[in-house]
């Protein structure tokens, strides 16, 4: 029986692109339930279920904004099926009756924007995000690799207590309105442990040979089937590939598949890789290609006559279009995306693909915030996860229309204007180099950072389509400020490296005023100590062996070294914190790592750079991470001191300072009595994107 619904019709999207796009907007059956739609928002732990395991109104509303954006079907986050199997106390308890009135909330609210959902229930075995984590279930008695917690073999009793766990959260969901449920023995959890021969030795009828590997699994597919209907859909998510030296590949993957098929008992599958030992596979950071996970769900599609969910940084149209149309794939799963941009199904078939704002692949404000039991944000999207307050649907047209000038084209500048602009006000951006982006176009530079740049081409787009006027290569003076009689001045003039020697110092004014300081280590001011900004503006050109501080522990540092490293540098890293790039997600980071590794980058940590002299630079251990330079001399003991010698560059990367001295001006000018003049982003104070973008979200719906 083909799942594919013969008419197109209702659903064809309206745009000149229409033959194009159509693979995009047929719907799609499973068993009995329609999808409108090729798009799937695919399941991710959200941290937003309270802790007493009852999912949120926080979480409804995540889950409606999405269905409103267009996703055909939900698939809810992993699921508890007991409190066993919880890999964060935020997760939602399943099993348990008490949660069926806020399930249904979640169904009802997808249900009314036209869209399905499931539920993926898991029972999260030998992985957790709690440090230390409660007992650990598991096939056999051995921690996950990636972690130094041993786990409990259990026992028959507890396999049983699984079984019932997902029969009793598949008739809770069910009962609660969901369409149906997923099952996952994907990238962690029980069942996958179970079927894998590196981590299932057990001797008993549920391990040894692979129809026994897989028992646990099928007995749990029998269990939902008897507790719930036989129309009510169950699919199966399923680790392809766990991506490790010991763990199973593409063939055990698909042998995996072909079993579970047989069954009779699976009605779709979701593709799935990795585990927690090569979280990058499952969780991809830019570094890796979207054509590694391409193959995959092609493979299981090749191998499967079920419908396959494709899944990994399908971000771009054109990609998932070529997979349906290469029969890779019958529906598109899109995690992050639709984080990013919950709009995304409906912007496309509107036509309005152009405003589509893509997801980088940062992990920096979704996984990182989840995995420390946090609820998910977005660099981008200033209201993901907490859609009730915060909502770039809420923006209300101004009561005032007012003239609005931003200084600073950067992130935080144009997401203001963008805001403006949608408020109904009259809003011109000055921007003082030839091309707006500020610091985002150096980071693009850095390998595999190129994809950065979505984030201001996004801004650039929508501020076009909001009618902004945009003028680039002009440097904002007072006397130019005021030719353009603004009733409200932005300035979004970023920030600097906080260091001497830079062509431009645009804190001295600050520094006068006692609110800026240099930092204090001596021989700073030595010529050929420079700035990552001077490095990969391409102001310099820097060989031989350089010494990269790094007091940042983000990208700044970290992507600065391997380009250096790239362009023939002999570099090594002096990171005052634990882990160069500390404050990155730990696969991002894991794979910055392997990459720096391979280049021959030397990486101390907890170290800090105490005096730079003219050839050499003098380091000392610190014990405290963060801002270690005070702390730092005083634990250089005499007799302590090491040096790093025949140095030819250091690249300094040790703080900024707000470029506020215009500001300051502005402020303390008698012409400019009357203009309401604010500040946002880094010429406020000096952080990451995702603080900037929130707050001038915020202040943008108060112009
Ligand atoms: C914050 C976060 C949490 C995730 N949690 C889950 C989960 O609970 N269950 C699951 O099957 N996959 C989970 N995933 C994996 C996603 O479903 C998806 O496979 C992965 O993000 C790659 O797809 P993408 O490139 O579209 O984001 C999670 C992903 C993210 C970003
Ligand atoms: S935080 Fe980064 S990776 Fe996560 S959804 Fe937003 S843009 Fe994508």
Redesign the pocket.
Known sequence: MSNIVASHEAEAPVSADAQRLAPLFAPLRIREVELRNRFVF?????ALGHIDGQPSDDLAAYYEERARGGAALI????QAIHMTGK?SRRFIHAWDPAVIPNLRKIADGVHAHGGRIFS?L?HAGHTSLEHPPHILWAPTQMPEPSSHFSTKAIDEDDIRTVIDGFAASARNAAEAGFDGV?V?I???GLLRSFASPHFNRRTDGYGGAFENRMRLSYEVLEAIKRATSDTFPVGV?LCLDEFTPFGYDLEYGLQMARGLEATGMVDYF?S??GSFSSYWM???PAAVA?SD?RRLCAELKRNSKLPVVA?????ATQQGIDMLRAGEADLL???????TDPETPNKIKRGRGDLVRM?I?C?DA??H???QEKG?RCIQNPGAGRERTVNERFITPADTKRRVVVVGGGPAGLKVAEVAAKRGHTVTVLERQRVLGGQVMLAANQPEHAIIGEVTSYLESVIADQGVEVRVGVSATPQLLRELSPDVIVMATGSEPNLPNQAEDNGRQARALGRQILPEIPGLELPFVVSSDQVLSGDVKLSGKVVVIDDNGHWEAAGTAEFLADNGCQVEVVASHAAVGEDLESGTRTLFHRRAAIKRIRLRTSTIVAEIAPGRVQIAQVFSSGDAVGVGQYLLLPGDEEWIEGVDWVVAVIGRRSREDLYLELKASADFTGVQIERVGDCLAPRLIQSTIGEAFALGQTL
């Open positions: 695919q399941p991710h732990f959200t698939v809810t986050e992993s890999m993926q898991t997923e996952k994907a990238h962690d998510r979701n799935d890789a499952e969780i991809p979207a996970f899944f990994g940084r399908i971000n799963g899109f995690a992050r995306q639709l984080i997801c692949s992990n979704c996984l915030q989840v995995n998910i």
